[in-house]
Nanobody, 121 residues
Framework: QVQLVESGGGLVQPGGSLRLSCAAS????????MNWYRQAPGKQRELVAS???????NYADSVKGRFTISRDNAKNTVYLQMNSLKPEDTAVYLC???????????????WGQGTQVTVSS
């Protein structure tokens, strides 16, 4: 019933910017955290950025100072603003959320389908 849908990926030149969006829909009681992961060919899946229900944020060292994660609670949407993009940022970016669908049910992890980001000249 819960779905996460990412958007905003695409092709951009080095030094450019993109803003990714992830909208959660369905039966949602509360969201503990929303995260952005990325998966590049030949590499392990990497946690890029996280934002908690309280608004605390964390970033991978590789993106600190360049990426900003934010959320719109009214829309159940998380954003990832990516600036000063580098070729090594090329990956499929996946939205992940740990949430509950009912107050009396335990939390679970949900994943979006992913959106491709390609940084190339």
């Amino acid at each position: 019933q819960v779905q996460l849908v990412e958007s905003g990926g695409g092709l951009v030149q080095p030094g450019g910017s993109l803003r990714l969006s992830c909208a959660a829909s369905g039966s949602i009681s509360s969201i503990a955290a929303m995260n952005w992961y990325r998966q590049a060919p030949g590499k392990q899946r990497e946690l890029v950025a996280s934002i908690s229900s309280g608004g605390s944020t964390n970033y991978a060292d590789s993106v600190k100072g360049r990426f900003t994660i934010s959320r719109d609670n009214a829309k159940n949407t998380v954003y990832l603003q990516m600036n000063s993009l580098k070729p090594e940022d090329t990956a499929v970016y996946l939205c992940q959320s740990r949430l509950t669908t009912h107050p009396f049910l335990p939390p679970a992890n949900y994943w979006g389908q992913g959106t491709q980001v390609t940084v190339s000249s």
